[in-house]
């Protein structure tokens, strides 16, 4: 969950936008380049060190009975491993910590928004689309890496006849070039719209005084529900990426 509080308007005591404003920490300005230190920096910032401590902390014993939180972090890494192995094979293994960096990245970024006073990064469109367009230009310089120009091939279904070119490639390539904007619309999209519905019900918790009683257990409700989008949000993001890798090694 966002902030509980924001900039008040004359009718609602929170802003439900005012949890995705970008604040400068540290204001650095090259020219007319603006590289100052925001808000959303240092919430990646917090994300890699939270990801960082809990794997040293779950794993520096390495119990032959794993604990919790050892049990979670294997958990985490079975689940990825298998995600590879069966949507990619074995060729996949070598991009393994990639996937698995990127999926602990998304994931820890979705359920950390969840905080109060937080910020989520994965809610803006610039942070998720930068992400996809890495995994495309990633995943399309494999494919003519490892097939050179017959990756064009991808475009045009194998069997399909001649004749039906002009139609499928257009189709074929558009499809291809969407990637990145579905991929990171997705995630953005749903982050944000689960923010905005917390922080309005939120205001109507704080606008009801009492008698908000029953907002407040919606607001329960939907702060669990979004803690699973965040997870399946997650999990979606990288199996994406998985399937794409996997038309990069294999075609279709």
Known sequence: MAELTGAPDKDFPVDPLHQFEIQPILPIQVGNLDLSFTNSSLWMIITIVAITAFFFLSTGGRALVPGRMQSVAELFYETIANMVRENVGTEGRRYFPFIFSLFLFVLFGNTLGVIPSSFTFTSHIVVTFFM??????????????????????MFFPHGAPLWTAVILVPIELISYLSRPISLSMRLFANMMAGHILLKVFAGFVLMMGVAGVIPLAALVGITALELLVAVLQAYIFTILTCVYLHDAIHMH
């Open 132 to 153: 996809a367009i890495v995994i495309f230009v990633a995943v399309t310089v494999i494919g003519f890496a490892r097939h050179g120009a017959g990756y064009l091939r």
